[in-house]
């Protein structure tokens, strides 16, 4: 919760402060309004009452800030009572309730459009705010899984028929009015929900108060500029004439109906296509008349004909519905230019032709390969059913190729543990790609690349699958289901089937999997070693436009995570630290994506070589280099790395350690254990391969962590240390590990735990990249 003050001016009502409130599990948002900040204790009391009653549990937690209107006895007296424990934020540290303060902007920024758009002036703000928060209460939110706050909150979907344009054109039923032949209406404009009743708020434009009521009738196209002064205000009309009024009223006749005149919130309302056209284009004779509001209503009774249209001072704060009109058309024209979404759009559209070819290409095409084969559907089976994935192929100019028909299961439907139980399907590790070039070099093999096409398609199911007949598809009449004998696209167990498929595939001609890794195989036939990794996905180019969702910012660290692993070790660092903003990115994390972003434009022309012996080791001998950066990370936790070199290298790792480490020694052990793990996992990975046993040494830059690592002695700043990490102590003992020291000015590693600037870190480019994979630019 955090209470807040819009502007200084206040309300039309008085209020100067607006308190909002938030439910952490459901998102729902309460906006009280004050006028002074002693009431926020009065108010809260109701508002925890309530909260309780209508989600039948009780409140344990409230988060604030410090301010004097939460710090307070009274408040304090309350929560005690109904046994709430009060959090509050470090001072001046408002990111500790990002609720409160990114939703008190974001309902402010909705707020502020909806009275820039209305031309309201800022008095109108408590109602601005009011309706922005009623309509973030029911809109889907992403954080909820496309659930609304309303739903979470009372379980049940909220209705939309009921929703009307801000401060748009009115006409309420007036029960203060007496007299049979007097005006029963009042022109008014329209501010919003009242919450706890089933009404509306209007604005009487002659009185300028604000009346509740759901007797309304709306104009929905028709918005209403600045109120300078809503009590002295008179409305223009403009009578159509009597040609028109003629040709019009068979339409109105159902509109003015008593059950329309008093429409409820709920009730269904006419769709907007019945709205008819500006009229002011088929005038050919314009009656104008000054008349009160108040005879509105009168005009467009059943015993009139005449349309009674109201005449703003400003015309150009009025929208009229011929704008929306040609802006519907152009709206619908972009659509008509996309591909259809399902069958039905595609046999409706002007191009049904061409998609109907395409889909029956692919039936025949499906028909002939045996996909599926009639079935009658057994007890207590549930088919899943299939949609038309459908797509213009064009050519790098644009042109259109061909139309591409695609039938793909609704895999959504599909329930874990009904329709699908594991469906885990490994994929292949980028060090083993790398490891694999570096034996090709050092070999002389060649490679040749493989690709699968359509390789879903070629899996198998393990068991019965049914499915309801595809779209289009005419044959095998009149069966109605169908068994999948072939995988199709979006199924759950799609990679698993064809994980499985190859792998018999593979097995069949001779081919081993290798066990540290199930996406290698090889085979030893004349003590020759053919590895053949699995494919993995081509490199993307980052995009170049400026980031202005969070969106954006999500998208662009996923490729910085994907470049990080594959060819660019020293952008390892500056994406783990930026991964650290995903939930809540600030404007800090975003400037900083963009520096990346400009550094690996003027670094594209780094090259990762392998097979290049830079370091002048032994033949059989594997090198690691760990480093951490205890104390000059942010917060309390210590990056580490750790790169493994064989003939290049072919490994790294920068990331937060798990453990907090009480100095630098215990930092710098915990990431050597962690890089002995990547040394040793790439050392069996190379074993099962080669055949080849390679020794393994460690650099690290701390002696002291190669005095906890090489002796067993337990002292007062090291017994803490947990005992899994002793793990390297066995392999020094073994003999099986080497543990060097090297200095911090020769640590290649240290480029991956801190941002080293570009001189500094050139020499272990060098040797991380190769000798060729730094141009003549880069030095």
């Known amino acids: ?410 895999g959504f439907h599909q329930k874990e543990g009904i329709d699908y139980g594991d469906i885990f399907s490994p994929t292949g590790r980028l060090t083993s790609l790398r490891l694999l070039l570096t034996l090709y070099h050092l070999n002389g093999f060649t490679i040749e690349l493989i690709n699968v096409k359509c390789a879903f398609l070629n899996g198998r199911p393990d068991k019965n699958l049914y499915i309801h007949r595809p779209d289009g598809y005419t044959k095998h009449q009149p069966s109605k289901y169908f068994i999948l004998d072939q995988s199709l696209y979006r199924l759950k167990q799609s990679p698993q089937f064809w994980h499985r498929e190859l792998k018999n595939s593979l097995k069949s001609i001779g081919l081993c999997a290798a066990h540290t890794d199930p996406c290698l195989y090889y085979s030893t036939n004349q003590n020759k070693p053919i590895p053949l990794p699995r494919n993995c996905k081509s490199f993307r180019d980052l995009p170049t436009q400026e980031i202005t969702h969070p969106f954006n910012y999500w998208r662009v660290i996923g490729l910085l995570q994907y470049l990080a692993q594959c060819t660019r070790p020293y952008q390892a660092y500056s994406t783990a630290f930026l991964s650290q903003y995903l939930e809540n990115p600030k404007d800090l994390p975003f400037n900083a994506s963009k520096h990346v972003l400009a550094y690996l434009s003027c670094t594209q022309h780094f090259d990762l070589c392998l097979g290049q012996n830079r370091l002048n080791h032994q033949k059989d001998q594997l090198l690691g280099f760990t480093d951490s950066d205890w104390g000059g990370g942010e917060g309390y936790k210590s990056f580490s790395t750790s790169i493994v070199h064989y003939y290049g290298t072919l490994g790294w790792r920068s990331r937060k350690q798990k453990v907090v480490s009480l100095s630098s020694a215990e930092a710098e052990y915990n990431a050597m254990t962690e890089g002995i793990q990547d040394l040793k996992w790439l050392k069996n990975l190379i074993l099962e391969s080669t055949n080849e046993h390679l020794r393994q040494t460690l650099f690290t830059n701390n002696q002291s962590a190669i005095a906890i690592a090489s002796n067993h002695v337990y002292h007062h700043g090291t017994r803490h240390i947990n005992f899994k990490l002793h793990f390297i102590r066995n392999l020094i003992e073994e003999e099986k590990l080497e543990i060097n020291y090297l200095d911090t000015k020769n640590m290649i590693s240290d480029s991956l735990t801190k941002n080293n600037p570009f001189n500094k870190s050139i020499n272990h480019l060098k040797i991380i990249f190769g000798n060729k994979g730094l141009s003549s630019k880069a030095e």
């Open 1 to 410: 919760m955090d209470l807040f003050r819009p502007v200084e001016i206040p309300s039309n009502l008085g209020y100067k402060y607006c308190l909002r409130v938030m439910d952490g599990y459901s998102r729902f948002v309460w906006t009280l309004f004050l006028k002074s900040k002693s009431k926020v204790s009065f108010l809260l009391q109701k508002l925890f009452t309530r909260m309780e009653n209508q989600s039948h549990a009780k409140i344990t937690n409230i988060i604030s800030d410090n301010g004097s209107e939460f710090k307070n006895k009274k408040l304090n007296n309350l929560l005690q009572a109904k046994g709430i424990t009060h959090l509050t934020t470090a001072p001046y540290t408002p990111q500790q309730n990002p609720f409160a303060e990114r939703g008190n902007r974001t309902t402010v920024t909705k707020a502020r459009c909806l009275l820039k758009d209305s031309g309201l002036g800022g008095t109108y703000w408590a109602e601005a705010v009011r309706t922005a928060t009623y309509l973030e209460n029911i809109t889907p939110k992403r954080s909820l899984d496309l659930s609304t706050p309303f739903s979470k909150q009372f379980e049940r979907t909220p209705t939309y028929c009921h929703l009307q344009p801000f401060v748009c054109l009115c006409y309420y039923l007036n029960n203060l009015i007496r007299g049979k032949f007097t005006d029963q209406g009042s022109e008014g404009i329209f501010l919003g929900y009242e919450e706890g009743h089933w009404a509306y708020q209007i604005l009487d434009r002659r009185t300028g108060n604000i009346k509740i009521t759901h007797h309304v009738k709306f104009i929905p196209n028709v918005f209403l500029g600045k109120l300078s002064n809503p009590s002295n205000m008179e409305a223009d009309q403009l009578r159509l004439t009597t040609d028109l009024n003629q040709t019009l009223s068979t339409k109105l006749e159902e509109e003015n109906s008593p059950q329309r005149n008093n429409l409820e919130i709920g009730s269904p309302l006419p769709p907007e296509s019945n709205l008819e056209p500006d009229p002011m284009e088929d005038l050919t004779e314009v009656i104008s008349s000054r008349t009160k509001p108040s005879s509105l209503l009168e005009q467009t009774t059943l015993n009139q004909t005449p349309i009674v249209l109201p005449k703003v001072e400003d015309p150009s704060n009025v929208m009229e519905s011929q704008r929306r009109t040609k802006h519907s058309a152009n709206t619908v024209s972009l659509l008509d230019e996309e591909c259809p979404k399902n069958f039905l759009q595609a046999m409706k559209s002007d191009l049904h032709q061409h998609w109907e070819d395409a889909i029956q290409k692919e039936l025949d095409n499906m028909e002939k390969h045996q996909f599926w084969f009639p079935a009658t559907l057994t007890e207590n089976t549930k088919p899943l059913s299939t949609t038309w994935v459908l797509k213009r192929k064009t050519d790098e100019d644009g042109n259109l190729t061909k139309f591409k028909a695609c039938l793909c299961m609704q």
